[in-house]
C-alpha cells in the first residue's frame, strides 16, 4: 500500500500554493516545521474545508458539498466517500491523537498517526507507514508552537523541518465541514469497536449538515457533534454479516435526544467521561455483499433546529 503521509503531503503543497486563493495562511516556526493556518488568523472557507479534509484522509476519500435544507434554512451538506475506509479514515482521518505541550493543546487528526501507529486500529489493521515528511491537523484554538511540533516530529521519526500542521478552531468554516465530514468515520470507527473486522468494509459513504459557525468553541464544539449524532447519516459496504449493526448510530446510546451541550455540561466538559457511543451518526445503512441489507437509527430534526439556533 501507498504512503499515507506521501499522498497527504502532495495535497499540502497544493494548499501552500494555493493559499491565497483559499483563504488560509503557511509560516514557518523557528524549529523549520511549517504551519498552515486554516481558521485561526485566516477565514479559510469552503474549498479549504474540502482540501482538508481530503489531506486528513490521505486524499482515499472524496468530499463533496451540497447545499440542502433543515427546518425551513437553507443547509450546506458535506458528503463524504471512500473505498478504503479502513486505511482513510481509521487510519487518517480519526481524531486519535492528543497534543499537549506546556504551551499548546490540539486534538490530532491525519496520517502522521500512521507514523505512530500506537492506537488500537492499527494493531487491528496491521498498518504502520513509513516516511520522511509528515502531516497533522489540529483542531485547536491556539498558534501550533515549536514545542509542538517537536513533539510530532519525536513520535513519528521524522526531522522537525519535515513536520506540516494544520490548524484551526472548531469554531470556523474549515472546522464545521471537516467536522461534517466525519459522518463515515464515525460509523466506521463504531463498527469496528463493536467487534467487526474494519478490513470487511469495503466501502464507507457518510453526509451530514454543516453547523453554523459559533461564536465560541464550546458551542461550536457541541453544534458539530450534534450534526453528525441526530442529523448524520452513513451507508456501509460490507462483506460479512453480524448481529451489531443496529449498536452503531447514535440512537443505540442510552442518552441519544439530549443535544451535545446539555451532555457535556452535565459531565463538566470532560469529554473522556462522554459514552463514546453518542459519537456515532444518526442512521447507518448497512449492505452485507450477497446478503440482506440493514437499516438502523433515524435523525432528529428538531433538535438540530434549535441546536443550530435556525
Known sequence: MESLNRMAIELVDEALDYAEELNIGGYDLENESTVLDFGLEFDGGIEAGLLLTEIQTAGMATPSY???????ASIPYVELSTDQPALALLCSQKAGWELTTE??????????????????????????????????????????????AEQVADLAEVETSSVFLLAYPTASLVGSITNAA????????????????????VSATGRAPVAPVAGDERTAIARTNDAIAYGGRAHLTVREDADVFD?????????????????????????EEVPSDLFAPATVTVDVIGGPTYVHGETDEDLLVDSFDL
Open 182 to 201: 466525519r459522518a463515515a468515520e464515525l460509523a466506521t470507527f463504531r463498527l469496528s469497536e463493536l467487534g467487526y473486522d474494519p478490513l470487511d468494509i
Open 66 to 72: 451540497e447545499l440542502g435544507e433543515l427546518g425551513e
Open 247 to 271: 449498536s452503531v448510530p447514535s440512537t443505540a446510546a442510552e442518552d441519544h435526544g439530549r443535544p451535545f451541550g446539555e451532555v457535556f455540561d452535565d459531565l463538566d466538559w470532560d469529554f
Open 103 to 148: 504551551d499548546f493543546e490540539g486534538l490530532g487528526s491525519g496520517p502522521a498517526r500512521a507514523l505512530v501507529a500506537r492506537e488500537e486500529e492499527f494493531r487491528r489493521i496491521g498498518y504502520t507507514d513509513a516516511f520522511d515528511l509528515t502531516a497533522l491537523a489540529l483542531e485547536t484554538e491556539q498558534e501550533p508552537t515549536a514545542a509542538a
